[in-house]
């Protein structure tokens, strides 16, 4: 049940005069998520196919989790770092049990671009060196540094000038990179499929080539990982390429909605990591981390890495299958894809939604779809059937 009580013109009302213009509103308010579905103030079911961009992994209200929050709000919600706390051991443990095998030291913040910021600083630290090379349709986030790795200018003009010094080039292309990793390169920063920017995977070879150029040339390679995570068959995108990087950072789907964010990196990187030299307080606090334990027990003992390829592959079978002159292509692995139309997307979004499915935009002519990884055969029925009426 929702908490308030407050009709659509008011929610509407209250959020348009006390937040900043920063969002394109979608005008409807959800109030209650079930599974596979959210819920809008007029009782209006939708399927959800976005998990509010990537986050809700094991859809919503799922009682194992919401029993363990429950239960670690009446015992620990907060712990400063300075103080040894058992839940984030555990999760220490967790991670390190699905971590690539040179990962071995964790830091844990509260959103993506924090866990960005921490991998650019502890980057420059561990190479003292201080520029970055990032890739053009590459998004990393919006605080000072995360947004200066991010490439769009949309996201990055009106606060120019930002810190590190980046230099973005043509994402897949080898030579590019090869072109510009130097001296002065701390690291090179990829998502190992770029979401915000399009859904564009990277080539497994172009990873492995990012590896080698970083290695021969004494920077480090930071995976981005913070849309990719758990939602390809495997924890990390990445590892399909067999390429491990210095750095790994995830974020959104980690905890299942709370609040978190995670960069992982190697012994040799944090070891350069002057005592007192980063920290956070909210960040790995007992209630995050036991969202966290929790959402990858599920991910591991539910079968849902493998359930994200089935379905995944169900549903771009059933994309590609639909004969529509407005597709242009459907691209993805797992449940990360994106659909490039032949026009720009507003008016899809909003006939899914009028169809009753929710997605994403991802640049102004591709559909994301970032579904929660627990979608049976049933939401892909539902949502080939939306499909088929918005793009036929
Ligand atoms: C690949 C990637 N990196 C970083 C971020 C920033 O994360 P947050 O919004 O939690 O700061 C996002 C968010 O969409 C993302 O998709």
Redesign the pocket.
């Known amino acids: 049940m929702s908490a308030t009580a407050l009709d659509l013109l008011s929610v509407q009302d209250l959020e348009n005069n006390h937040q900043p213009p920063l969002y394109a509103k979608r005008e409807i308010a959800l109030v209650r998520g079930e599974g596979c579905y959210l819920f809008d103030s007029d009782g209006r079911r939708y399927l959800d196919a976005m998990s509010n961009?990537?986050v809700a992994i094991l859809g919503h209200a799922d009682e194992e989790y919401a029993a363990a929050l429950a239960d670690q709000l009446r015992t620990l919600a907060t712990g400063h770092q300075s103080f040894y706390s058992d839940v984030r051991a555990e999760l220490l443990a967790a991670i390190a049990a699905i971590a690539p095998a040179s990962l071995t030291r964790y830091f844990l913040s509260n959103?993506?671009?924090?866990a960005?910021e921490a991998a650019i600083k502890f980057s420059r630290v561990a190479t003292g060196r201080s520029s970055l090379v990032a890739a053009k349709r590459g998004?990393?986030?919006?605080?000072l540094g995360?947004l200066a790795v991010t490439a769009d200018q949309k996201y990055r003009a009106p606060f120019e000038p930002l810190t590190p010094k980046t230099t973005h080039v043509a994402f897949n292309d080898i030579d590019a990179l090869d072109a510009v990793v130097g001296e002065d390169t701390a690291a090179i920063l990829l998502?190992p499929i770029q979401?915000?920017g399009g859904i564009w995977p990277a080539t497994a070879e172009y990873l492995q080539a990012a590896r080698e150029i970083a290695s021969s040339r004494g920077a480090l390679l930071i995976a981005?990982e913070?849309?990719?995570g758990f939602r390809t068959g495997a924890p990390w995108a990445i590892s399909a390429s067999e390429v491990t990087p210095d750095i790994l950072?995830t974020?959104?789907a980690l905890a299942n909605g709370f609040p978190i964010?995670l960069t992982m990196m190697t012994e040799a990187v944090s070891a350069a990591i002057p005592a007192g030299g980063h920290g956070t307080t909210f960040g790995a606090n007992p209630l995050a981390a036991r969202a966290a334990i929790v959402t990858l027990r599920a991910l591991r003992d539910r079968d849902l890495y493998a359930n994200s390829m089935t379905i995944g592959d169900a549903i771009m079978d059933g994309l590609n299958a639909i004969a529509s002159p407005k597709i242009r292509q459907v691209r993805g692995r797992g449940l990360m894809i994106g659909v490039e139309l032949k026009e720009r997307v507003t008016a899809t979004l909003r006939s899914f939604q009028n169809e009753g499915v929710l997605i994403l935009p991802a640049g102004p002519t591709t559909f994301r779809l970032l579904p929660p990884v627990i979608w049976q055969q049933q939401q892909v029925d539902e949502l080939l059937h939306a499909a088929s009426v918005v793009l036929s």
């Open positions: 961009y990537g959103s993506g671009a924090e960005i998004y990393h986030g919006r605080t995360a998502e979401g915000e981005d913070i849309q990719t950072v974020a959104k964010g």
